[in-house]
């Protein structure tokens, strides 16, 4: 895409009420914009993050059978009377419509994903299954000073799995443990999150939750490296600050954001709305369930905060709005510069490559600012300089390195997603 005609802009200031770290630079990067507090607007180069993260988690969801669907926002009360939800549920955003009819505007899907399976369940043949969405939830959160990270409106991937027994959910709960690393590994924060041992409500003894270390978070865990698992604050005292897995007591404690969770719900919900299904011998069962969140502004912001630098946006190549930032430097019309810069975009375009081209009339020192801002993982100067060396200027957002190099080595390191 030319920046030119790219509709967002730059800001010198982000806005003065907004105080953390990833809503700063996402809005004066021109990636999303803040309508009220908690809620966003993704502009064309937040989108396309979001879309990487959402394409990823779509991907490892399917590796383990998911099966996407979409529910609606707008969930009748009776639903959440039925799971006693309605009145102890404080987050909860109620709207009532002219005839006086209730609704919530869905915070998690629980009540609407199981009245919908139920319809479908009736055997043991019909077991297991997982189905997931990618959908907005909304909550009253009383904090909304994290930027993206906690929105009052939020995109959540909630998946549901449904069982025979607890045997077969807990089996596909510890598969969903490898999914979860290998997608946050996959966004570029595999390094610095960790599985974390968490309250698990009244149905278990744990529920499990993904960890990321920064300083932006609300909570804090304590990390066992030999196990590379950690321990949230909140259930410390039952564990007596030791290691679930390896009963260590070398635990360090570090401030983190939960990127995402996992969750067995037994019967929790299967129960209320009475989803069972006939064994073997024709007696009825309770349904068994799973369920598993992310969320994706959640991890974008985290990227944002755990990989950010002083100038601005670093993008990991695999959820980079571009792969490759061309910036042109004094092209205009159809001189050398310009028609050197389209050859080279029509080329990467041609292998698969996504590329921002900055051909804006505007000094090198605003567009190279402007680049680190923005954060793309290859910027490529194309000016009458690197023309006359036949080569191109690239740098390395994440690690600042600037090198020439020949055509054939630049096409060489752009790969298509
Ligand atoms: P938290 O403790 O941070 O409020 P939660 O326990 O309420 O999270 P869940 O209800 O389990 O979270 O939601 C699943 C996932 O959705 C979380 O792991 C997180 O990634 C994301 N999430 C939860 N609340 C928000 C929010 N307000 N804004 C953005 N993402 C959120
Ligand atoms: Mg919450």
Redesign the pocket.
């Known amino acids: 895409m030319r920046q030119s005609q790219l509709f967002t802009k730059t800001q010198k200031e982000a806005p003065a009420d907004e105080v953390a770290k990833n809503a700063k630079l996402l809005i004066r990067a021109g990636f999303v914009d803040k309508l009220q507090a908690?809620v966003y607007t993704y502009l064309p180069l937040g989108l396309r993050v979001l879309k990487n993260i959402e394409n990823i988690i779509r991907e490892e969801m399917n590796s383990v059978g998911g099966q996407e669907i979409l529910m609606p926002s707008l969930q009748p009360k009776e639903n959440w009377q039925t799971t006693g939800r309605w009145d102890t549920m404080d987050d909860l955003y109620k709207v009532i419509d002219i005839s006086g009819r209730e609704n919530a505007l869905g915070p998690?899907h629980e009540e609407i994903v199981v009245p919908l399976v139920k319809q479908f369940i009736s055997s043991y043949r019909d077991l297991p299954f997982a189905t997931y969405q990618f959908q907005n939830?909304f909550?009253m959160?009383l904090r909304a000073k994290s930027g993206?990270?906690?929105?009052?409106e939020?995109i959540?991937k909630?998946m549901y799995s449904f069982h025979r027994n607890e045997t077969d959910m807990i089996a596909y709960y510890e598969k969903m443990k490898g999914v979860y690393a290998n997608v946050f590994e996959r966004v570029g924060i595999g390094a610095t999150t960790f599985l974390t041992f968490a309250s698990g409500g009244s149905f278990s003894k744990y529920s499990h939750?993904f960890q990321t270390i920064t300083s932006a978070g609300?909570d804090t865990i304590y990390i066992c490296d030999k196990c590379r698992v950690a321990v949230n604050n909140e259930i410390i005292e039952d564990q007596k600050h030791a290691c679930p897995e390896c009963g260590g007591k070398n635990l360090r404690a570090e401030t983190s954001v939960?990127?995402?969770?996992i969750?067995e719900l037994k019967t929790r919900f299967s129960a209320p709305f009475n989803l069972s299904y006939k064994d073997e011998d024709g007696k009825d069962q309770s349904v068994v369930m799973g369920c598993y969140?992310?969320?994706l502004?959640?991890?974008l912001g985290t990227v944002v905060e755990v990989l950010g630098d002083e100038k601005g946006l670093v993008w990991p190549d695999a959820i980079s709005p571009f792969g490759v930032h061309i910036v042109e430097l004094g092209g205009s019309g159809d001189d050398i510069v310009r028609k050197e810069s389209q050859k080279l975009y029509d080329e990467l375009i041609s292998k698969g490559i996504e590329v921002l081209w900055d051909d804006r009339d505007l000094r090198a020192g605003e567009k190279f600012a402007e680049s680190d801002l923005i954060g793309i993982p290859l910027r490529v100067v194309v000016s009458s300089k690197t023309i006359a060396s036949e080569s191109f200027e690239i740098k390395n957002r994440a690690t600042g390195e600037v090198s020439l190099v020949g055509k054939d080595e630049l096409m060489a390191m752009c790969k298509a997603k």
């Open positions: 908690g998690t939830k909550r959160e993206i990270l906690r929105g009052r939020f959540m909630d939750e609300e939960e990127v995402g969770n969750f969140g992310i969320g502004g959640r991890v």
